[in-house]
């Protein structure tokens, strides 16, 4: 049995694919590795909550999955693209396109309503004002937040704001979501509201959704869990729910 299909998660056709990734970092001559061996498909549909240890390489992984950062060896293709084959530039306009980001702490300009916020990635597409009012308030109506579009962020609940953000991760209509520690700041109340969200976006929207969670609640609305252990794949459970 190889890795891969260790760690075949079902489904249809991947929308990730993961040869071999590392990952290392250098502290002047020292080599740190981070990532190791790391084979893994991920179907397009699946809602996936990748878990381990504080310093197994999670948000690492994530960010090599996201385009956010470089593996220093092995490939990776998500969303139809070799990302190894992409400069630069292009790695951003491919993240525009394809990747919705959810962060731990919102990440919201404070100077912006929650329109103005939710507008941003439209602004780096070319679409025209009226197209992007549309798709704005639709993003806002489904994280049911059309009555604060002109709150700005100091004006919204952490459970708010973070449903500005995941308007936001969707507005461009990504074919995938990531998202880091996305209920890490929130109360059990909103992080429960946050989660059910996460999980409509996935089984209605069809979006592909990879959750780097520490918390096993979080973790429970997903449909499968990776662990990752010293930067190396450990093991994957599915989630009855
Ligand atoms: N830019 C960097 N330079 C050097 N080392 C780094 C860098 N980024 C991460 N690391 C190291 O890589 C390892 C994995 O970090 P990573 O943030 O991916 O872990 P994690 O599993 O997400 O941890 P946590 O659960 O605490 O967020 C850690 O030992 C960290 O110190």
Same mark, same amino acid.
Request: hydrophobic content about 40%; charged content about 25%; some cysteine.
């Given at each position: 049995?190889?890795?891969?299909?260790?760690?075949?998660?079902?489904?249809?056709?991947?929308?990730?694919?993961?040869?071999?990734?590392?990952?290392?970092?250098?502290?002047?001559?020292?080599?740190?590795?981070?990532?190791?061996?790391?084979?893994?498909?991920?179907?397009?549909?699946?809602?996936? !909550?990748?878990? #381990?240890?504080?310093?197994?390489?999670?948000?690492?992984? &994530?960010? @090599? %999955?996201?385009?956010? =950062? *470089?593996?220093?060896?092995?490939?990776?293709?998500?969303?139809?693209?070799?990302?190894?084959?992409?400069?630069?530039?292009?790695?951003?306009?491919?993240?525009?396109?394809?990747?919705?980001?959810?962060?731990?702490?919102?990440?919201?300009?404070?100077?912006?309503?929650?329109?103005?916020?939710?507008?941003?990635?439209?602004?780096?597409?070319? !679409?025209?004002? #009226?197209?992007?009012?549309?798709?704005?308030?639709?993003? &806002?109506? @489904? %994280?049911?937040?059309? =009555? *604060?579009?002109?709150?700005?962020?100091?004006?919204?609940?952490?459970?708010?704001?973070?449903?500005?953000?995941?308007?936001?991760?969707?507005?461009?209509?990504?074919?995938?979501?990531?998202?880091?520690?996305?209920?890490?700041?929130?109360?059990?109340?909103?992080?429960?509201?946050?989660?059910?969200?996460?999980?409509?976006?996935?089984?209605?929207?069809?979006?592909?959704?990879?959750?780097?969670?520490?918390?096993?609640?979080?973790?429970?609305?997903?449909?499968?869990?990776?662990?990752?252990?010293?930067?190396?794949?450990?093991?994957?459970?599915?989630?009855?729910?």
């Amino acid at each position: 049995m190889n890795a891969a299909d260790r760690f075949d998660l079902g489904g249809g056709e991947p929308v990730i694919t993961l040869r071999d990734v590392a990952k290392s970092y250098w502290r002047e001559d020292l080599e740190i590795p981070v990532l190791q061996g790391i084979d893994l498909e991920i179907p397009v549909g699946a809602y996936i !909550a990748l878990m #381990g240890p504080s310093g197994s390489g999670k948000t690492t992984l &994530l960010n @090599l %999955v996201a385009g956010i =950062d *470089r593996p220093t060896g092995g490939s990776l293709e998500v969303c139809g693209y070799d990302l190894n084959d992409l400069d630069d530039d292009q790695l951003a306009s491919w993240r525009n396109a394809h990747v919705g980001f959810i962060f731990q702490n919102y990440n919201l300009v404070p100077v912006l309503n929650a329109f103005e916020n939710v507008e941003l990635p439209l602004l780096l597409t070319g !679409a025209g004002r #009226g197209e992007r009012r549309d798709r704005v308030e639709q993003a &806002l109506s @489904l %994280v049911n937040l059309t =009555d *604060r579009m002109r709150n700005y962020p100091r004006q919204l609940s952490g459970g708010q704001e973070q449903r500005v953000a995941i308007a936001r991760a969707i507005v461009t209509d990504p074919d995938l979501l990531v998202a880091d520690e996305p209920t890490g700041a929130l109360d059990a109340k909103n992080a429960e509201e946050v989660l059910a969200l996460m999980a409509r976006l996935n089984t209605e929207l069809g979006k592909t959704i990879v959750m780097v969670t520490h918390d096993p609640k979080a973790a429970h609305h997903a449909r499968h869990q990776i662990h990752l252990e010293k930067g190396v794949l450990d093991r994957t459970v599915e989630v009855n729910r």
